[in-house]
């Protein structure tokens, strides 16, 4: 009887044992990372304490000001929840006060702008009216310059053709000049011509003279 007793409370023990072991798995199974997901929390720093009873301790990245301490590190997460949400509130409660300041510059920025725009369309307008008066002006010089270029043309033309007239009058002087050389040779030649002829009449004449005399 005591045997069977025995073996009955082995069974329950170990059936006991193999219920708080499931138990005690499927706890820290649940049980959530409240370390890793107090480090993913930007602008802390956490920290462990070791010892007999371990503690964990956060404070703000920027300034090192302790936020919380404790054993358990579900409190040390809440009191940084709690911490970054203040600092949010206020971070809001900031902005929010600076938001009519902010809508006064954004309104003097608009009406400014606006000014610019019309500043900027009439300095547009002025500016592609000053461009086309500077193609217009573009233009009528381009019409200069080709009739320049066609009056140059013209001029060259007749002076190619003047250089032409030059070369045929330089020809013509030169004959003239031979054809003045030969007349002069021919007049020489005629007056020698005449002085010879006019020496025989005298002689004729001479001649004639004495004819006479001696028929009388």
């Not at 404070?59 to 929840?81: C, H, I, P």
């Not at 510059?105 to 019309?118: G, I, N, R, T, Y």
């Not at 270029?149 to 045929?168: L, M, P, Y």
């Amino acid at each position: 009887m005591i045997s069977n007793l025995g073996r009955v409370m082995a069974v329950l023990t170990a059936m006991a044992s193999a219920a708080f072991m499931t138990f005690a798995v499927a706890r820290y199974s649940t049980i959530p990372d409240w370390a890793a997901e107090a480090r993913t929390l930007d602008g802390f720093v956490v920290s462990r304490t070791e010892g007999e009873t371990p503690s964990w301790t956060a404070s703000t990245r920027r300034t090192q000001e302790s936020v919380g301490t404790s054993t358990n590190m579900a409190d040390v997460l809440e009191k940084m929840y709690q911490r970054a949400k203040t600092d949010v509130d206020q971070q809001v409660q900031d902005l929010q006060a600076r938001v009519p300041d902010l809508q006064q510059k954004l309104a003097a920025a608009q009406s400014s702008v606006e000014e610019d725009d019309k500043a900027v369309d009439t300095k547009v307008e002025a500016m592609i009216a000053r461009l086309n008066e500077m193609n217009q002006e573009v233009d009528r010089l381009t019409e200069d310059i080709e009739r320049e270029k066609a009056s140059a043309q013209t001029i060259q033309e007749e002076r190619e053709r003047r250089r032409g007239d030059v070369f045929r009058l330089r020809e013509q002087v030169g004959e003239i000049n031979a054809d003045q050389f030969r007349a002069a040779r021919l007049q020489e030649q005629l007056t020698d011509m005449i002085r010879r002829a006019e020496g025989h009449v005298v002689k004729l004449q001479a001649r004639n003279q004495e004819l006479r005399e001696s028929v009388n």
